[in-house]
């Protein structure tokens, strides 16, 4: 006879680099890329560190962040798109009395 075992969705895993997904991994070096592509339009002096800035920024934003299963940039984008209007409580209408 044979016998069948169900695996849990927790063992069904991504495949990742320590804390990054293999998609993250390739838009850092796009990111590195595109900072050396751009770096013509900075001042020579800060060329490398405005290349070196690029994987690094997009490295800190697409690192896992405190919030579950949310990336840094992620949670960036939702501080931005904020609603930052107060509201209030709805109070029950007063009764009113009636004169008769």
Do not use: C
């Not at 495949?15 to 293999?22: C, Q």
């Not at 390739?26 to 890329?33: D, P, S, T, V």
């Not at 697409?62 to 798109?81: E, G, R, T, Y």
């Amino acid at each position: 006879m044979r016998k069948t075992i169900e695996r849990p969705k927790e063992a069904i895993t991504k495949v990742k680099t320590g804390k990054l997904d293999m998609k993250d991994v390739f838009i850092i070096f796009a990111a590195w890329g595109f900072g050396y592509l751009t770096k013509v339009f900075v001042a020579s002096i800060i060329e490398i560190g405005y290349v070196i800035a690029y994987p690094i920024s997009m490295y800190l934003l697409l690192s896992p962040s405190n919030v579950p299963a949310k990336k840094n940039i992620q949670v960036v984008i939702q501080l931005f798109l904020k609603d930052k209007t107060t509201y209030h409580s709805i109070l029950p209408p007063k009764e009113q009395e009636h004169e008769i």
